[in-house]
Nanobody, 119 residues
Framework: QVHVVESGGGLVQAGGSLTLSCVAS????????MGWYRQAPGKQRDLVAA???????NYADSVKGRFTITRDNAKNTMYLQMSSLKPEDTAVYYC?????????????WGQGTQVTVSP
């Protein structure tokens, strides 16, 4: 079974930047729509950014122009570059994917990485 590990979170002031990394223990990027998700306390887990096997990108309206999703298939690693961070970006960030036509998640949910943006 493939596992994912997220890292790169931390505490940053509003307006700052962070880059998150997601390392998979196997090749799950090419066969799945991979995404970064976030969950704030008391809220549901929402999609932030996604990248298809063909490289098409999709972003939540709230992060368009500020976040960039990329991946390195050779390293089984996906990134989320975040800039102009806002306090409302504070959440635990997770990565995962599933086939474009739907189905099971590519991996169990990892521990996530905490991002905290101070005013």
């Amino acid at each position: 079974q493939v596992h994912v590990v997220e890292s790169g979170g931390g505490l940053v002031q509003a307006g700052g930047s962070l880059t998150l990394s997601c390392v998979a223990s196997g090749n799950i990027f090419s066969a799945n729509v991979m995404g970064w998700y976030r969950q704030a306390p008391g809220k549901q887990r929402d999609l932030v950014a996604a990248i298809t096997g063909g490289g098409s990108l999709n972003y939540a309206d709230s992060v368009k122009g500020r976040f960039t999703i990329t991946r390195d298939n050779a390293k089984n690693t996906m990134y989320l570059q975040m800039s102009s961070l806002k306090p409302e970006d504070t959440a635990v960030y997770y990565c995962n994917g599933r086939p474009q036509q739907g189905g099971d998640w590519a991996a169990p949910w990892g521990q996530g990485t905490q991002v905290t943006v101070s005013p």
